[in-house]
Every structure is written in structure tokens, then in C-alpha cells.
């Protein structure tokens, strides 16, 4: 009998909300504009409609479940690329990422307790 490969998922984003307003008024900013449409906001740049509220992009608990159902037994995950930041100041910049390796740590060691295995952070 041949034993089946674990299904590895290698690019799986990841956005805290913690971290809005984090960088000044770079955001990132999440929210809902005069005409009553979403945005996430990172500078001068908007995602309009965009919600991340209640997605797997923030929930953790429905990520799994979506892992779960999908047959996914592992899943890296990398901040969202929109929080990079490039081209502010430096400062903002390291400030920023440093909070978001450590929310990112903290993230993937509460559900190493929980769901050995599950996820990674990159």
C-alpha cells in the first residue's frame, strides 16, 4: 500500500488586524468608505470592494476549517504583500515588520498548541 504525500499549501497570506494604523499613515487601513463600499488602504493605494473581515485571510479558526475541508494538511504563511511598505522610511518600515514577524510568531506557536503541524510562518 502506498502511503498518500501531505498536501502542503506554500502560499497562504495572511493579515493581521492588529497591525492597522501600524505604520502612521501608511496604514494599513481597513474600513468602509462615504458610499458604504470596502476598502483596505496601504498609502495612497485602495482595494475597493475588499473585506477581510470574517475571512480566512484573519480567522484562524476558519482557516483550518477551510484546510480541513479542503485536504490541506499544512499551510505556509506570509504576510500579505500589500504591508511591505516599500519605498517609505526606514523606520516606519522596520518598525512595522517587526511587529508583524513577531504577531506572525506568536500566531503560528498559539496553533502549534492546538493543531500540531497545521501551519508555518515564512
Given amino acids: ?37 470596502d476598502y483596505f488602504r496601504i498609502g495612497e493605494y485602495e ?22 475541508r479542503l485536504g490541506i494538511d499544512v499551510q505556509v504563511l506570509s504576510a500579505n504583500p500589500l504591508t511591505m511598505f516599500h519605498g517609505i522610511d526606514a523606520a516606519t518600515a522596520i518598525s512595522f515588520c517587526q511587529r508583524q514577524n513577531d504577531l506572525m510568531a506568536s500566531t503560528i506557536a498559539e496553533h502549534l498548541v492546538k493543531h500540531p503541524c497545521k501551519t508555518k510562518g515564512a
Fill in 1 to 37: 500500500m502506498t502511503q498518500q504525500s501531505p498536501v502542503i499549501d506554500v502560499h497562504a497570506h495572511i493579515v493581521f488586524e492588529a497591525l492597522h494604523g501600524a505604520a502612521g499613515p501608511y496604514g494599513p487601513e481597513a474600513g468602509v468608505d462615504a458610499q458604504g463600499v
Fill in 47 to 68: 482595494l475597493k470592494p475588499l473585506s477581510y473581515a470574517g475571512s480566512v485571510f484573519v480567522d484562524m479558526a476558519l482557516r483550518l476549517q477551510h484546510m480541513d
